[in-house]
């Protein structure tokens, strides 16, 4: 008989931890573990176990817990200290790395590393407020400046973003990256279109709204 | 922006804003506000899909790549932006605190003190005005609560007086009685006299109403008696 799936679907692939440390011996201290939630980054992401504290089964019912002191590799970064992780193991998301792509994942590793996001400290002031500064600056007889709106930066264990304040402060909607290019490589050509009076072939609408034709 | 958050935390445009919206459920007067998935008007949800859902698979969104990513900038971008104007508003708003704080502070410390040196004295004058009344108050009260302890006393001697008149007069009564109460010299008088002087309280009533004492008295006898003599006449009609 065939199984009915029901719900949606998870980004879950594997089995609890404890599945498949438990029948390693030593608890498979010293062996690679990957997640399959994280095989969606193009970096290496895997846990080499250090320790292992075997936890009660309880309640019976739910999937067995484990403490787990490993070595973190994310997206490629080695983290310097050890992670502990005990409520997680519970998914069933862990898979076991075997002993002959190791080496193969630790080579990636060198190879395939995130960078850091380097971002501005920086950003221009909306035309409405900067005006409204300068007349105020003008009302107060003080000197004007070019107003900016400093950028906070938030920190945290995982964000590896740091601010170049060499970088200029940009405006408005800011330049699309180069996977998104394609969204506004027809737009010129519209407007030039639009303004001529005629219309361009993919967008079939008049000025009023109405297709043309 | 020191003059856009003047005019919008100034009270008259606050009250003319506040006017038009409903007092109690505005935005404007509600501390604030939760929204919670839990209460609403629908099955319980530990009932779970219903029948004619239980089989279905929601589809995930199948977003392009190049979309995904773009959308993503340009939400991250405003949010930046967003919070990074927050921030610059607070920062004029505590420039404009400032100086509203600054602008109170009018007065050097020596005027201060002056001010307060002259306060002391209007209120020591003033202390001085209220004690002289409280002590004229007090001592009115004083007099009034003495006269009523005087009519009180008057009244209560009075009271006494009466009742040592009632009782004196009660005891002479009862000392003019003791002159008849039998006592063991004149008993065997009184038993003799009691012996001596029968009493019949026996009587009968005709129809006319005569009253004939003693038990067995009859009607011819001169011991009948009618009632009218010595009473109301019986007020009932013979038979005929």
């Known amino acids: 008989m065939p199984y009915i799936y029901i719900g949606r679907k998870t980004t879950h692939v594997g089995k609890t931890l404890w599945q498949l440390l438990g029948n390693l011996k030593d608890y498979g201290v010293g062996r690679l573990i990957i997640r399959g939630s994280q095989q969606r980054y193009e970096e290496p992401c895997f846990l080499r ?56 994942l630790y080579e990636l590793a060198k190879v395939k590393r995130k960078k850091p996001n380097v971002v501005p400290n920086k950003r221009c002031v909306p035309p409405l407020l900067k005006e409204l500064l300068f007349r105020e600056a003008v009302a107060e007889s003080k000197k004007i400046e070019e107003p900016e709106l ?52 993919k967008f079939p609408y008049n000025r009023s709204g109405k297709l043309n034709g | 922006m020191a003059s856009l958050l003047r005019t919008s935390l100034n009270p008259r445009n606050v009250l003319r804003l506040g006017s038009n919206i409903e007092p109690q459920f505005s935005p404007a007067t509600t501390p604030w506000t939760q929204t919670v998935r839990w209460r609403r008007d629908r099955k319980p949800m530990w009932l779970g899909p219903s029948k004619s859902k239980r089989y279905w698979v929601p589809p995930r969104p199948n977003q392009p790549l190049e979309e995904k990513v773009e959308l993503r900038r340009l939400f991250t971008r405003y949010k930046t932006e967003v919070s990074a104007l927050h921030d610059l508003i607070k920062e004029n708003m505590k420039e404009v605190q400032e100086k509203q704080k600054q602008a109170l502070q009018f007065q050097s410390k020596e005027e201060e003190e002056a001010e307060w040196v002259e306060c002391m004295a209007i209120n020591d004058d003033w202390n001085a005005e209220s004690a002289a009344l409280r002590e004229q108050r007090i001592a009115r009260e004083l007099e009034a609560v003495e006269e009523r302890a005087l009519q009180l006393k008057l009244a209560r001697d009075e009271e006494k007086r009466k009742l040592a008149a009632e009782l004196n007069a009660k005891v002479r009564a009862e000392k003019e009685r003791s002159k008849t109460y039998i006592t063991p010299e004149n008993i065997d008088e009184a038993i003799e006299q009691a012996l001596n002087t029968v009493v019949d309280f026996n009587y009968s009533i005709d129809l006319r109403g005569n009253k004939y004492i003693g038990k067995r008295t009859k009607p011819e006898s001169q011991n009948a008696k009618r009632i009218s003599d010595s009473h109301e006449p019986i007020k009932r009609e013979i038979a005929a």
Not at chain 1, 51 to 72: G, I, L, T
Not at chain 1, 180 to 188: E, F, K, R, T
Request: charged share 30%.
């Open chain 1, 49 to 104: 176990i250090a320790r292992v504290f075997p936890q009660f089964h309880e309640p019976e019912d739910e999937p067995r817990k484990v403490a787990v002191w490993a070595e973190n590799v994310f997206r490629g970064n080695r983290y310097p200290d050890l992670v502990q992780i005990m409520r997680v193991t519970r998914k069933h998301d862990f898979q076991l790395v075997p002993k002959e792509d190791e080496d193969r």
């Open chain 1, 150 to 201: 400093k950028l906070n930066l938030r920190k945290s264990k995982n964000n590896d973003a740091r601010e170049d304040p060499t970088l200029p402060a940009t405006e408005g909607l800011g330049t699309p990256p180069v996977e998104a290019a394609c969204l506004y490589s027809n737009i010129d050509t519209y407007f030039q279109a639009r303004q001529a009076g005629t219309t361009h072939p």
